[in-house]
């Protein structure tokens, strides 16, 4: 693990986006609060918080944060689910890997309560913005897309 004993504690705020698509029936279901399994998205939503303050025990060599906020918001739009974390803390390292764990698992708690109607579900996720400590802000173009590694792709196929 990185010694991070000697980093004055800054205010370290993050935020990371999981961009779900799934088939117009399956967010219809969604919409209309009538999936099987119950309400998805206050359970993803908890489910996103609690894993937030989960974030170093499943990610080896990250620095248990005492987080100061943890939001996390769902968005319906016409064809996918937007699901968008905040995460703020006063500490010596950021909280980037918080944000992007609290969507990851909140997009795969959306997918575990409605795969039984849809499997073809998919998402993306990224870091949107930090902000805090000595590499100052960083913020995602709105319109620039996660990059992809096609190429990389398939040579892990082979």
Do not use: N, W
Request: proline residues 5%; contains cysteine; hydrophobic residues 45%.
């Amino acid at each position: 693990m990185v010694d991070v004993g000697d980093k004055a504690p800054t205010t370290r705020t993050a935020e990371a986006e999981a961009r779900f698509t799934l088939a117009p029936a399956t967010l219809a279901l969604l919409r209309e609060g009538r999936a099987e399994k119950g309400d998805v998205l206050a359970t993803a939503r908890i489910a996103g918080i609690m894993a937030a303050k989960k974030t170093s025990d499943l990610i080896p060599l990250c620095h248990p944060l005492a987080l100061s906020k943890v939001e996390l918001h769902a968005t319906l739009e016409a064809r996918s689910v937007t699901l968008r974390s905040l995460v703020r803390c006063h500490g010596p390292t950021g909280v980037e890997m918080e944000a992007l764990t609290a969507v990851s698992v909140a997009a795969l708690t959306l997918y575990d309560m409605l795969k039984a109607v849809d499997r073809s579900m998919t998402f993306d996720v990224a870091l949107v913005r930090k902000e805090g400590g000595r590499s100052g802000t960083f913020e995602r173009e709105a319109a620039a897309p996660a990059p992809r590694a096609p190429r990389a792709a398939k040579e892990i196929q082979r």
